[in-house]
């Protein structure tokens, strides 16, 4: 029998609903590539949508071309 983990359950189900990843509010995100790299999944995380940062985000050198500067929004951006 495959072992399966909850890392894997939870980024299946992410996968398969849509979302892009998990947010713990005002604490961190991640996305279903790298799973909570923190090494565990909060209870408060909810799912999401990756989304680009805007200006004012508080990322140190702020860049709107750099796919590097995200978040996870738990509203569905327009076109996804």
Same mark, same amino acid.
């Given at each position: 029998m495959n072992?399966?983990?909850?890392?894997?359950?939870?980024?299946?189900?992410?996968?398969?609903?849509?979302?892009?990843? #998990?947010?713990?509010?005002?604490?961190?995100?991640? #996305?279903?590539?790298?799973?909570?790299?923190c090494g565990e999944i909060q209870g408060g995380c909810t799912a999401g949508y990756r989304a680009l940062c805007a200006p004012g985000c508080g990322h140190e050198g702020y860049d709107p071309n750099d796919p590097s500067c995200w978040h996870i929004q738990l509203k569905k951006p327009e076109g996804k």
């Open positions: 072992e399966i983990t909850v890392h894997q359950i939870v980024a299946e189900w992410l996968k398969q609903n849509g979302y892009d990843g #998990l947010a713990y509010p005002g604490e961190c995100a991640c #996305l279903t590539d790298d799973l909570a790299p």
